[in-house]
Nanobody
Framework: QVQLVESGGGLVQAGGSLRLSCAAS????????MGWFRQVPGKEREFVAT???????YYADSVKARFTISRDNAKSTVYLQMNSLKPEDTAVYYC???????????????WGQGTQVTVSS
């Protein structure tokens, strides 16, 4: 079992930055691919970014060049640095852990509770 706890969400003006963190506990963090997803009310959960066990990264086209995912295996933590934020980035952001295939297909094994990010225009 893995527990994931997100933090770092909040309210920011358009063009600003936020850094989300996701702390993991339980099974060996380094054995998982990690991902970030987001969801707004009435819409499906959307893939944002993932980082593999070997630190390879993949991004949704909508966030490329603005967001950066990273991981610190020593701290069992994955981060999402979000720059040049836009109002359309407003959502609840979720951390996820699992196999790379599972994360990329929105079927991760473990999910956090989410953190709200609101970008004002």
């Amino acid at each position: 079992q893995v527990q994931l706890v997100e933090s770092g969400g909040g309210l920011v003006q358009a063009g600003g930055s936020l850094r989300l963190s996701c702390a993991a506990s339980g099974r060996t963090f380094s054995s998982f691919a990690m991902g970030w997803f987001r969801q707004v009310p009435g819409k499906e959960r959307e893939f944002v970014a993932t980082i593999t066990r070997s630190a390879g990264t993949y991004y949704a086209d909508s966030v490329k060049a603005r967001f950066t995912i990273s991981r610190d295996n020593a701290k069992s933590t994955v981060y999402l640095q979000m720059n040049s934020l836009k109002p359309e980035d407003t959502a609840v952001y979720y951390c996820a852990a699992g196999t790379l295939a599972g994360v990329l297909s929105n079927k991760a094994d473990y999910w956090g509770q989410g953190t709200q990010v609101t970008v004002s225009s």
